[in-house]
């Protein structure tokens, strides 16, 4: 199994070396030269086993370069029952809004509660047996900007791992409290976390900065360390997330829910198109998909490329109560855009050349229909996510937080356009008490005044309980106190690497 870049066919790697390096050298994205096939008898095979098991045999078609024992090692140091709470890290609830069966599959049981978990809680194992196979036996240091959630699950999945380090820069005033708690208490013997005095933007120039200055980087070469990154264009953070379609398909046959072979639809909360890419993935290698239901809120990038053919970025930015969809440049579409143009990478590269200095491109006829036959897609306002939450909890009494109601709210809409009723895997992508704000408001009518009387307060109303890395948060002491300047980045990174 080979991969290369989505701007060259011609350049094949190993996986290990598209793992280390985690963005091609032409700035293009790694993909799988082919994608390796699950047989039908091989998925009934995967009927009786534990996720742990089906996560194996998957990986084991990508990562030809491991040993089995080395991926097995990989999976059972991350999907342990004591970080995701029971032997099945990703269990499906079953209830309905509007008279539709809903098959929600919570991927937020993990250390921080939400999905990022699932691929960051094994990267770190992925990254360092990687870079050794590569011929280096450097510590990798891995730097993050943070707008809130990435900084966390990474601190989570890089705690403590043998042969790595992480420090976390997130803006000053940028971050909700619950958040900038969640960072500051973090545990483990090699993370930082420090506060920069700037915003969002600032602390992502100013760690792309670092990734290429060659002073520091020859300083750290020579302490034999080396910097890395683990955001979510990373082959090694995709992965993980096909694994969890292919467990969600069988565990709903298992519960008799569907028959092996049928057809199921996937509805995905979209932010950076990762999600959503995973399950077509699953798809390519065999798993029965008929419809990809892509779901947006405000910014609705995705859901205009999809009906339009036209990908515009020039357009208003709206900070929304389901923050981690916030994003015009949805990365890994790249990607999709790769495999569905059968690897045309010269029109890949003009695309993406346009993307940059324009923002905005157009695919052509053929293209954009052969998109809008596997995908739906379609968006949610802020008011239309709290409805959905009120209504789906006064239906059926399951409590959803904000993105996995904008999947919900738009599998509503496409149901309601297309009388489909293919059963349809929804993807929730955290828990509701990460965003409790917007939650309570939704179900509850007395707001209090901080994030844990709200959790308190959501907990009280109904019953559903609070996850224990949320409710432990509020009897931590702060370990990470420091603010920067943007200036002294540089500096910090060399002191703490
Ligand atoms: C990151 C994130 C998303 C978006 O996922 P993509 O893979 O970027 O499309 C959706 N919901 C939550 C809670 C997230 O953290």
Not at 110 to 122: R, S, W
Not at 319 to 343: A, F, W
Not at 383 to 412: F, M, P, W
Request: proline share 4%.
């Amino acid at each position: 199994m080979l991969y290369n870049s989505t701007l060259n066919k011609e350049k094949k790697i190993t996986a290990a070396e598209a793992i280390a390096a985690g963005i091609a050298p032409d700035g293009g994205l790694f993909v799988p030269c082919k994608f390796p096939a699950v047989s039908e008898a091989e998925l009934k095979n995967m009927l009786s086993m534990k996720y742990t098991e089906r996560a194996e045999l998957i990986f084991s078609k990508y990562l030809t370069d491991f040993s089995a024992d080395e991926i097995t090692e990989c999976v059972e140091k991350a999907y342990t029952k004591e970080k995701f709470g029971a032997e099945n890290p990703t269990p499906i609830s079953c209830c309905a809004y509007n008279g539709n069966d809903l098959n929600i599959l919570e991927l937020w049981h993990g250390p921080t509660a939400a999905f990022k978990d699932m691929a960051l809680q094994i990267l770190p194992h992925f990254l360092t047996k990687s870079i050794k196979k590569t011929g280096l036996n450097n510590k990798v240091v891995i730097l993050v900007a943070t707008s809130g959630d990435t900084g966390k699950a990474a601190l989570e999945g890089f705690k403590n791992v043998d042969g790595t380090g992480i420090i976390v820069f997130y803006p000053e005033n940028g971050v909700s409290p619950m958040q900038k708690r969640q960072m500051c208490t973090q545990e483990g013997n090699n993370v930082c976390v420090c506060a920069i005095k700037g915003n969002f933007d600032d602390a992502q120039t100013g760690v792309k900065a670092i990734f290429t200055d060659e002073r520091i980087n020859n300083v750290l070469r020579a302490e034999n360390k080396q910097l890395s990154s683990a955001n979510s264009i990373n082959l090694g953070r995709l992965l993980p997330q096909v694994v969890y379609y292919f467990s969600a398909y069988l565990d709903l046959v298992n519960k008799d829910k569907i028959y092996m072979g049928e057809k199921v639809n996937i509805t995905v909360p979209t932010g950076n198109f990762g999600n959503i890419l995973a399950s077509y993935y699953a798809f390519r290698m065999g798993l029965p998909v008929n419809k990809f239901i892509c779901a947006s809120n405000s910014n609705d990038v995705l859901t205009e490329f999809i009906n339009t053919g036209v990908y515009n970025k020039n357009r208003t930015f709206y900070t929304t109560y389901s923050p981690s969809m916030d994003i015009l440049v949805s990365s890994n579409l790249e990607r999709l855009l790769y495999h569905i143009t059968n690897e045309n990478s010269e029109m890949i590269k003009e695309l993406m050349l346009k993307l940059k200095t324009c923002g905005k491109y157009e695919v052509d006829s053929d293209i954009k229909e052969k998109i809008s036959e596997m995908f739906y897609g379609a968006c949610c306002s802020d008011k239309e996510t709290q409805e959905t939450i009120g209504r789906l909890y006064s239906q059926s009494g399951y409590l959803c937080d904000t993105h996995t109601a904008v999947a919900i709210n738009v599998y509503d809409k496409y149901v309601n356009e297309t009388s489909d009723k293919t059963p349809c895997i929804i993807a929730s992508t955290a828990s509701p008490y990460k965003f409790c704000k917007a939650v309570l408001g939704a179900v509850g009518d007395n707001l209090p005044a901080n994030e844990f009387e709200m959790a308190d307060a959501l907990n009280r109303l109904t019953g559903v309980n609070i996850p224990k890395p949320i409710a432990e948060l509020k009897d931590k002491k702060a370990r990470f106190k420091d603010t920067i300047e943007i200036s002294g980045m540089p500096g910090y990174v060399t002191k703490n690497a």
